[in-house]
């Protein structure tokens, strides 16, 4: 009986944990809206949207540690500027960023998947 009784509460907790991590990001995505409604910019927040969804869906994973979001996210944006500065803008150039981000987040064990849309989204917008 008792047993019986963990599990339900052990359900009940999960639920809410997941209703609270839906919650969580919706939420969180619609503040990255307005605020790139309100500054006239595009919406190039991908990563971070997927970033909050990693870190609400499975929060003690070894990607959703702070090490990983924040050396993730910039190891990937500089690898794109650097890249888009001293490479032409091609596909190939583009591929060769996101290879060489996930190697260097791997060797620095910042491994953060979210992120490594960072040097698309460089290309997309070609910074100058």
Do not use: W
């Amino acid at each position: 009986m008792q047993g019986e009784y963990r599990d339900k509460t052990t359900r009940r907790r999960e639920r809410i944990g997941i209703a609270a991590a839906a919650l969580l990001v919706t939420a969180s995505v619609f503040a990255l809206h307005v605020v790139a409604r309100t500054f006239g910019t595009a919406l190039a927040a991908f990563p971070f949207a997927t970033t909050l969804v990693l870190v609400c869906g499975a929060p003690g994973s070894p990607p959703s540690s702070t090490r990983a979001i924040v050396g993730g996210h910039l190891i990937c944006g500089v690898v794109a500027l650097c890249g888009h500065q001293l490479l032409p803008n091609s596909e190939l150039a583009t591929a060769g960023m996101v290879g060489i981000a996930l190697a260097l987040m791997m060797a620095l064990r910042c491994f953060h998947p979210p992120a490594e849309i960072t040097p698309l989204i460089a290309a997309q917008f070609h910074p100058g």
